[in-house]
C-alpha cells in the first residue's frame, strides 16, 4: 500500500493516459464494424480452392505452404491478432527511439488508423502472417547482426508481401547517426531485397517449374529499352503522386503535417547536441525519405500499379516523422496533439469506407437469404450478370446502395464487378462449385422478385437462378 501511495502521475502522464483511451477507442470502433462483416472480397483466401496460381503469379510461398492452415482460421481472430501484431511493430519502432512508453503506446494506435491496413482488411487472412513476422521482427534485430536480419526478413518477406519489408529501415531509425551509417543500412537494406527476390524465384521455380509470372490484369511494363525506363519511371512517379495526394487529401492533417514540418526545421536550426545535432537529423530524415519512396522505386522495372493497400511504406514513413520532433521535451505536446489528429481524421475517413463495404455487402446478403434460406435444399446458384447500363449490373446496384447510405468509398477498391458478387452466394452456405456466373438476360419466365426489389429470381431443376433486378436499378 505505502509504495502505491507512493506513485505520482505527472500531468503529461494524465495527458497521455486519456489521449490511449480516446485512440483505443477509435480502434475498437474500427474492429466493431468489421464485426458485423461477414463478407470478404472475391479472392479471399477462404474463397479459393488452391493458391497454386497466386503463388505463380505472385511468389508468396509461405502463403502457399500454409494455405490451409490459413484457410481454416476465422476472420474476425486474424484481424484482431493482425491489428494487435501491427501495433506491436509501431510502439517497438516509438520506444526505442524516444525511449517514452506513453509515447509509444499512442504511436502505435495513431499509426493504426492509417488507410493501407482498411484497404486491406478485407482479405483478413491472406496478409497475416505478413503482420506475424512485423511483430517478431524487433526480437529478430535483437538476436541477429544487421547483416543477417535484412537478409532473413528480406525471404521471409518476399514469401509473403515483400512491401512490408520495406518497413525493415524504421527499426534501425534511431541508429542512424550520419550519412556512413545511413549508407550502412541502405546497402543492407538492399542486399536483403536482392536475396528476398532471389529466393523467391527459385522456390517458386522449385514449385511450379517456372519463374514468377506477373498476371496480366496488373499490365507490366518490363523494359526492354530506354524508352520503356523512362514510361515507367513516369507511372511509378504518378502513382508516388496519388498516394501523396492520397495522405493529405484532407486540409487539417496538410495543417498537422505542416506544423510537424515546422518543428523539424526549428530543430535543424536549433542544431541540439543532446539529440545528435543537426547531421544526425538529416541522416535520420533522409532515411525515412527513401522509406517513403521505397515501394515506387521498386516498382519501376514493371511500373505497375501501386494500389492504395500496399503503401505501408509511405504512410508509416511519413508518420515516423513525428519521432523525431517528439524527442526535443519542449516539442512532445504539440507532436502528439499534432498525430492524434490526423489518426482521428484517417479514422473517419476508415469508418467511412468499413461500413459502406459491410453495408453493400450485407445488403446484397441479407436480401439473397430472404429467398434461400437453406442453400443445401438446391443443387446451386446459376447467377445472371450481364453487362448493361453502361456499366456492369453488380456495380449499378452498389451504387443504388451507397445512395441509400449516402456514402461512397474513398480509398478502398469498388466491388462493382460480376464476380465480386460471389462470396455473397457463398457466404449463405453455396460453394464454389455449384455457383455459376452467366453473362446474359435471365429468362423473362423467372419472375419472383424479393421483398426489397433487389433481385429477380426463380427456380428450375433444382436451381437458384438470379439476377439483379433492372427495376431496383432505376428507381
Not at 497521455?16 to 485512440?23: G, H, N, Q
Not at 496460381?53 to 494455405?67: A, P
Not at 429467398?371 to 446459376?382: A, E, N, W
Not at 446502395?401 to 462470396?423: E, H, M, S
Amino acid at each position: 500500500m505505502e509504495k502505491l501511495r507512493e506513485v505520482k502521475f505527472s500531468l503529461k502522464d494524465v495527458f497521455c493516459f486519456a489521449v490511449i483511451c480516446f485512440l483505443a477507442i477509435l480502434l475498437w470502433q474500427n474492429f466493431a464494424i468489421l464485426l458485423d462483416t461477414t463478407v470478404w472480397r472475391h479472392d479471399a483466401l477462404y474463397y479459393r480452392a488452391t493458391y497454386y496460381k497466386k503463388l505463380s503469379t505472385e511468389g508468396r510461398w509461405i502463403n502457399y505452404v500454409f494455405f490451409f492452415m490459413l484457410k481454416s482460421l476465422p476472420p474476425h481472430i486474424v484481424i484482431a491478432l493482425s491489428l494487435v501484431c501491427f501495433c506491436f511493430f509501431g510502439y517497438k519502432i516509438a520506444k526505442d527511439f524516444t525511449k517514452d512508453n506513453l509515447f509509444a503506446i499512442i504511436f502505435a494506435l495513431a499509426l493504426a488508423q492509417i488507410h493501407p491496413i482498411y484497404s486491406l482488411v478485407h482479405w483478413p487472412a491472406t496478409p497475416f502472417l505478413n503482420y506475424v513476422v512485423l511483430a517478431f521482427t524487433p526480437f529478430l534485430k535483437k538476436d541477429l547482426s544487421k547483416r543477417a536480419f535484412f537478409i532473413c526478413t528480406g525471404i521471409l518477406f518476399f514469401g509473403l508481401f515483400f512491401n512490408f519489408y520495406d518497413l525493415m529501415p524504421l527499426l534501425f531509425l534511431s541508429e542512424v547517426k550520419d550519412i556512413k551509417s545511413f549508407i550502412e543500412i541502405m546497402l543492407l537494406w538492399i542486399l536483403g531485397f536482392v536475396v528476398g527476390y532471389a529466393v523467391t524465384q527459385v522456390i517458386t521455380l522449385l514449385i511450379t517449374g517456372s519463374f514468377i509470372q506477373i498476371a496480366d490484369w496488373r499490365e507490366p511494363n518490363p523494359i526492354k529499352s530506354f524508352a520503356d525506363l523512362v514510361k515507367n519511371i513516369e507511372t511509378e512517379y504518378q502513382w508516388f503522386c496519388e498516394g501523396i495526394k492520397g495522405f493529405f487529401a484532407r486540409r487539417s492533417v496538410k495543417i498537422a503535417f505542416g506544423s510537424l514540418a515546422a518543428c523539424l526545421a526549428y530543430l535543424v536550426k536549433k542544431n541540439p547536441t543532446h539529440l545528435g545535432g543537426r547531421k544526425t537529423l538529416c541522416a535520420r530524415l533522409l532515411l525515412l525519405f527513401m522509406v517513403i519512396i521505397s515501394l515506387y522505386v521498386q516498382q519501376v522495372p514493371l511500373g505497375v500499379e501501386v494500389a492504395i493497400r500496399t503503401t505501408l511504406p509511405l504512410y508509416c514513413g511519413l508518420f515516423a516523422v513525428a519521432l523525431c520532433c517528439y524527442n526535443k521535451k519542449s516539442l512532445r505536446y504539440i507532436t502528439i496533439i499534432l498525430i492524434s489528429s490526423v489518426a482521428l481524421v484517417f479514422w473517419h475517413d476508415n469508418m467511412n469506407d468499413l461500413s459502406c463495404f459491410r453495408d453493400i455487402t450485407n445488403t446484397w446478403q441479407t436480401e439473397l437469404k430472404s429467398i434461400c434460406s437453406v442453400p443445401t435444399l438446391h443443387k446451386g446458384i446459376k447467377i445472371y450478370l450481364h453487362k448493361g447500363y453502361n456499366t456492369e449490373e453488380v456495380a449499378a446496384s452498389e451504387q443504388a446502395i451507397c445512395r441509400v447510405i449516402g456514402k461512397n468509398f474513398k480509398y478502398t477498391q469498388n466491388l462493382g464487378a460480376d464476380y465480386r458478387w460471389l462470396p455473397v452466394a457463398i457466404s449463405i452456405g453455396f460453394n464454389i462449385n455449384n455457383t455459376e456466373l452467366c453473362d446474359e438476360d435471365l429468362p423473362a419466365e423467372f419472375a419472383k422478385i424479393s421483398p426489397n426489389g433487389l433481385y429477380r429470381y426463380g427456380y428450375k431443376d433444382g436451381y437458384l437462378y438470379l439476377t439483379i433486378s433492372k427495376k431496383y436499378l432505376e428507381q
